[in-house]
């Protein structure tokens, strides 16, 4: 019995199946723009000629990096509340996420930046730009094509990392699939499905970096 | 390349055709056992009566000639009967009203043999005279009847709530919308709460302590799951409290060999006695935390 597929799980329980697939897409969404937003200021932190600033990147980006994403959600779901803030799971899960991607986001970004040759940047403000300016017209447009397959890669474990949100009560499409599970007893179906559910969000991003790789490459040849 | 992999597979349907026949095997090997025992108990019947009594109605007298009861208690349950693994002693209520009857029926509360049982082995234990009742976190139920006889209620086991002193949740009437509930995914718990509260907000984790920990989080207002499991969280942190009495009916029995209807009221007498002395509500005090209800 448990080893049986049985499709008709999906349209017996569609209305969980959809209410879970929306909140991991939201959670994706919010997550993925929460972390390139916070991503970004941290790596312009770390590569930043002010001292104070770099050192809080790299502690930010060296503490969050290396830690359990369990352990980030876990702060925010168990943590906060005993300092008086309480997050419901949704919220809690999608800040631990945000948190956490950002942390390889800001790397993706700022190995991206240090990529390009320090030539370019001294030529740059030689010619009279301003350092804002030597970033935005010659640094960082050469750096995105290293830096957006590397974002893009972040992204697709971003939507696969938002199943936490089951650990806490996010509501999300693995914490669906736990209790769809636990009233058909059918595993291998339950979880098949839920990862064709996860595959039509993680494929096209992954098609996305196959061909920022590809175009990055031939326009450098 | 190929040829591997066709030895490979030719393998791997040897394996299956074993695993198979294995199966069917160990299937047919219980009915078998069953058949013999049961012949043999015939064969003893018929060839001396006087076993046959012992065997029928003599419990009671079987306790008093070994001079020591045999009791199949838990060994991993919480506040009922659990082995300490540092003493090797298995403490807990279960056990201790196992020890009172020992010393009902031989005077002495040390002359009491434990015997591990799960909820699956008990059953064929007792009928199969290995253990002389069964204390063990057994709920009574019909079905059940027709394999044993059970005493009068020694636990009013059901579900029930746990909540923070001083919650203004008071019972199932207070779960009412907006109100997060705590338990565990896929329990039975969950889905009586959503029946009986169906305006709340069912929140399911990973496990008990889990849920507990979410609850003293702020995360919930109430966590739900049997009163025996909630006992225990209360024991370990008396900030938080069962409210509302149990919603669903469990009732712990003591299981005895169906038939003997003299060991049972044995059994029933000293469950009176306790409570009438009170020694069955310093029991229940001193293992769940609280006076019974």
């Not at chain 2, 199949?72 to 506040?79: C, E, N, P, S």
Request: charged share 20%; glycine share 10%.
């Amino acid at each position: 019995m448990p080893g049986k597929f049985d499709i008709h799980v999906l349209f017996n329980h569609w209305d969980r199946f959809a209410e879970g697939f929306i909140h991991t897409i939201e959670a994706s969404v919010l997550a993925l723009i929460g972390s390139f937003v916070l991503g970004v200021i941290i790596a312009v932190m770390r590569i930043s000629p002010v001292r104070a600033l770099n050192v809080i990147g790299t502690v930010y980006v060296e503490f969050i990096r290396n830690i359990p994403l369990l352990l980030v959600v876990f702060f925010f779901f168990l943590g906060l509340p005993s300092l008086g803030l309480p997050l419901d799971g949704f919220t809690s899960g999608t800040l631990g996420l945000t948190v956490y991607t950002a942390s390889f986001i800001a790397e993706a970004i700022r190995a991206g930046i240090q990529s390009v040759p320090t030539g370019q940047t001294e030529a740059a403000r030689a010619t009279g730009l301003s350092y804002i300016q030597t970033m935005l017209h010659i640094v960082l447009p050469q750096a995105i094509k290293i830096v957006l397959p590397a974002i893009g890669n972040q992204f697709i474990n971003l939507v696969k990392n938002s199943s936490i949100l089951a650990v806490v009560t996010g509501l999300d499409l693995m914490y669906y699939a736990d209790l769809i599970n636990s009233d058909t007893f059918l595993p291998l179906t339950v979880y098949t499905i839920v990862a064709v559910f996860y595959l039509v969000l993680t494929l096209p991003l992954s098609f996305a970096v196959h061909y920022m790789e590809r175009r990055f490459r031939s326009a450098d040849r | 390349m190929k040829k591997p992999l066709r030895w490979s597979v030719g393998f791997i349907l040897l394996a299956m055709c074993l695993v198979f026949t294995a199966c069917g095997g160990s299937k047919n090997e219980p009915t078998a056992a069953t058949g013999g025992g049961s012949t043999d108990t015939t064969a003893s019947g018929n060839k001396d009566d006087g076993g046959d009594t012992s065997a029928k109605g003599g419990t009671l007298e079987a306790i008093k000639a070994r001079g020591k009861l045999i009791a199949g208690v838990k060994y991993d349950t919480k506040l009922f009967g659990l082995k300490d693994p540092t003493s090797g002693n298995v403490e807990g209520f279960d056990i201790d009203i196992a020890k009172a009857l020992a010393k009902k029926i031989l005077g002495d509360e040390t002359k009491v043999e434990l015997k591990e049982v799960t909820s699956k082995t008990r059953i064929p234990l007792l009928q199969n005279g290995d253990i002389d009742l069964i204390v063990a976190t057994m709920t009574i139920t019909e079905e059940r009847k027709q394999q044993v006889d059970f005493s009068d209620v020694y636990f009013k086991a059901g579900q029930s709530l746990l909540v923070k002193k001083g919650s203004n949740i008071q019972g199932l009437a207070d779960l009412k919308k907006g109100v997060k509930v705590l338990t565990v995914k896929g329990s039975t718990s969950a889905k009586n709460i959503r029946e009986k509260a169906p305006d709340a907000t069912v929140l399911e984790f990973e496990n008990y302590q889990d849920a507990f920990t979410a609850l003293k989080a702020g995360q919930g207002e109430a966590l739900t799951t049997d009163n025996a499991i909630l006992l225990g969280m209360q024991k370990q942190d008396p900030n938080y409290v069962l409210v509302g009495g149990t919603f669903t009916d469990e009732p712990y029995g003591i299981a005895i060999k169906k038939g003997d209807a003299e060991f049972v009221k044995t059994v029933n007498d000293l469950l009176k006695e306790m409570k009438d002395s009170g020694e069955y509500d310093k029991l229940y005090e001193q293992w769940m935390g609280v006076k019974p209800e």
